[in-house]
């Protein structure tokens, strides 16, 4: 079993910043690509970033390139997510999601993750 577990979301003014941790534990030996979802009332779940294991290849939804940045530590089996420049169009609950396969590059659906989190909200002031 694969365990993924979000914190750092809150509360934030427009322009300001916030990094998001994801913690894994269980059997992650075999977690390739770990990256983030989100998803907004009344939105459909949307990509947002990606990054395979030895963090030498990522990927961005163009709606947050230039502002987020994905990073990995895997001796700690965590990924981040560090958001400047936030946006009242960030907000939304943001999921961690990981898998065995290389998708860093043309996996943006929700159903090509295999392992997810719970979620943390991240809320932008206008």
């Known amino acids: 079993q694969v365990q993924l577990v979000e914190s750092g979301g809150g509360l934030v003014q427009a322009g300001g910043s916030l990094r998001l941790s994801c913690a894994a534990s269980?059997?992650?030996?075999?977690?390739?690509?770990m990256g983030w979802f989100r998803q907004a009332p009344g939105k459909e779940r949307e990509f947002v970033a990606a990054i395979t294991r030895s963090g030498g290849s990522t990927d961005y939804a163009d709606s947050v390139k230039g502002r987020f940045t994905i990073s990995r530590d895997n001796a700690k089996n965590t990924v981040y997510l560090q958001m400047n420049s936030l946006k009242p169009e960030d907000t939304a609950v943001y999921y961690c999601?990981?898998?065995?396969?290389?998708?860093?590059?043309?996996?943006?659906?929700?159903?090509?993750?295999?392992?997810w989190g719970q979620g943390t909200q991240v809320t932008v002031s206008s």
């Open positions: 999601v990981g898998d065995r396969r290389d998708l860093v590059g043309f996996a943006m659906k929700p159903y090509d993750y295999a392992y």
């Open positions: 269980g059997r992650t030996f075999n977690i390739y690509t």
